[in-house]
């Protein structure tokens, strides 16, 4: 079982273009939640999606950001139009029933 | 909203010795965790307590969960350098639709 998949490990972005972070659950697992923390933080919950539905985004900016997680492949959060205060750890996680598994997280630099 | 509240924020200790780090949360909820996290690296699972009593203990680790005081405490016992870490509680419940919240973290430096 190979965990928690996140990639890219680290992005750079320069101001005002797009970022992508893909995310593929533990095997079986049917959520998937992200997370950003930000510097000698702790970690702020994003959005929880199950296959095909956002089940709560309640904590995802109301513009520029988005999440899916479709049928097949693997869950993407989406930043568009990228500013320095999006510069943070992005970590996604899975869970089964209680619990989460969370990948190595994706460490986003924007310039 | 939920909060989760960890003291202390920061703590420098010696080798061999003892500390307790605490974690208040502010809704009702069965489900406690602990995690660790390193410098750059992601969340390591720790401890997962479920009832009221629970106690675990790995090592020179042992977490407990009291959830009529709403307060879990994770113990170091003779404490080495390896142990130095971020510790990360958090609680989810049904009522937070199984997201979870997690405490502000201890940052914890063990001295030679």
């Known amino acids: 079982n190979a965990g928690v998949m996140q990639n890219p490990r680290h992005l750079v972005r320069r101001r005002g273009q797009e970022a992508r972070l893909r995310c593929s659950p533990m095997k079986g697992h049917s959520h998937v939640y992200w997370y950003r923390q930000l510097p000698e933080e702790g970690l702020k919950f994003m959005v929880y999606?199950?296959?095909?539905?956002?089940?709560?985004e309640s904590g995802m900016p109301k513009e520029r950001f988005s999440a899916e997680f479709p049928k097949e492949g693997p869950s993407i959060l989406r930043i568009q139009q990228v500013v320095r205060g999006d510069s943070a750890a992005y970590f996604c996680a899975s869970s089964l029933n209680y619990g989460y598994t969370f990948g190595s997280g994706t460490r986003l630099t924007v310039v | 909203e939920l909060k989760v509240e960890q003291n202390p924020l920061f703590l420098s200790m010696q080798e061999g010795k003892n500390y307790t780090i605490y974690c208040n949360y502010s809704?009702?909820?069965?489900?406690l965790y602990w995690y660790r996290q390193d410098p750059g690296k992601s969340l390591e699972s720790l401890f997962v307590?479920?009832?009221?009593?629970a106690v675990k203990q790995e090592g020179r680790l042992m977490a407990s969960l009291d959830t009529k005081a709403r307060l879990s405490t994770l113990h170091i016992t003779a404490a080495v350098h390896d142990l130095s870490a971020t510790y990360f509680c958090a609680v989810d419940s049904t009522d937070t639709g199984n997201q979870f919240y997690f405490g502000t973290g201890t940052s914890l430096t063990v001295i030679p």
């Open positions: 307590l479920l009832s009221n009593g």
């Open positions: 999606l199950q296959k095909e539905n956002i089940i709560d």
């Open positions: 809704t009702t909820s069965d489900r």
